[in-house]
């Protein structure tokens, strides 16, 4: 990777993960692209964390490393708009401490950025932990995130374009704080590029900050209430977002969605479903034709059997069965 590259800050937020940090920073280090720096936000952990981070300072001084350590824990949104102003990078890119990227994560996203004029390149997930699996996230469409969150954490984001948009503290210890801040960019009018070969390694724990204090049916009325907030602030803030014509825009994203479908689906049964069917019918009258020979096979053998029964050799034949068994008896003796 070229050294006259732009700085991209890579942005870590830290909360009691000293068991993980050093993972995620060894996964930066290992990055093919150079010009980087780190910023890593503390955010009152109560283990070990700032310890580990200042040994790994001092144990890779080469390495651009600036560290905030907070005396008390404030939440994710602060500790992210903190990162934020603290970047000096062309471009910015958040990594939680307990995951880890690829060596060719973070040039794939600038080299997309560069070439499509991107403000914000987002890519795939692969889960490892607790769970494991690959997201296969939609390209970008704008109304489709109107809905719901593709856009992972871990995305690389041109900081000029950010403006004054920083990560709402009112969601500060909820959720959807993340989406919120997608959401608020896409409707700001940014240029959004999905990349196909960058995956952040995304660690599943049995405790997560998002799910284990409310019951899913909970979760799902949190996820409506923090979306109509979302919606109702950004159409005040930029227009043309209503909750009609969300609902409008994904009816139609749907019904091409649909018809996509019912074409494929179409092309399956012309090239595969219906030879298969006339395959198994001819095999179906092929046996009906065996068993109708069989049936006249079995209808010979009868007349034939019956023919032997009635004829005269049959009739001595038995006639004779009992004076031999008589004379069998009298031999014996």
Not at 92 to 108: A, C, E, K, R
Not at 121 to 147: A, H, M, N, Q, S
Not at 156 to 170: I, N, P, Q, Y
């Amino acid at each position: 990777m070229a050294k006259n590259n732009p700085l991209i800050s890579i942005l870590v937020c830290n909360f009691n993960y000293d068991r993980y940090i050093r993972e995620t920073l060894d996964s930066i280090r290992a990055q093919d692209y150079r010009n980087l720096e780190i910023i890593i936000i503390d955010d009152g952990s109560e283990d070990n964390s700032v310890s580990v981070v200042k040994e790994y300072m001092h144990e890779y001084p080469e390495t651009t490393i600036h560290l905030k350590a907070k005396t008390k824990n404030e939440g994710v949104c602060y500790a992210r708009n903190d990162a934020i102003d603290l970047a000096k990078g062309e471009y910015i890119l958040f990594l939680d401490s307990d995951d880890t990227i690829p060596s060719g994560y973070v040039s794939s996203m600038y080299k997309t950025s560069a070439e499509q004029n991107a403000d914000v390149v987002y890519g795939d997930v692969r889960k490892f932990g607790d769970e494991t699996g690959e997201t296969d996230y939609p390209e970008f469409i704008r109304e489709k995130l109107l809905l719901y969150n593709f856009v992972n954490i871990s995305s690389l984001v041109k900081k000029a374009s950010l403006g004054e948009h920083r990560f709402d503290v009112k969601l500060n210890k909820k959720t959807l704080e993340d989406y919120d801040f997608w959401l608020g960019l896409a409707l700001k009018g940014l240029h959004f590029v999905k990349v196909k070969d960058a995956y952040l390694n995304y660690r599943i724990q049995d405790k997560s900050r998002n799910e284990n204090s409310l019951t899913p049916d909970k979760r799902i009325l949190q996820f409506i209430d923090i979306w109509k907030y979302s919606v109702k602030k950004y159409s005040a803030l930029y227009g043309g977002v209503t909750y009609e014509n969300i609902i409008e825009a994904e009816l139609e994203y749907r019904v091409k969605e649909i018809g996509q479908e019912l074409s494929g689906l179409n092309k399956v049964v012309q090239q595969e479903l219906l030879p298969e069917l006339k395959t198994r019918a001819d095999h179906i009258a092929q046996l009906d034709e065996r068993i109708e020979e069989v049936k006249k096979l079995n209808e010979i053998l009868e007349e034939t059997l019956e023919h032997i029964r009635n004829s005269l050799s049959h009739r001595i034949g038995q006639a004779l069965k009992k004076p031999a068994r008589i004379i069998k008896k009298a031999l014996k003796k």
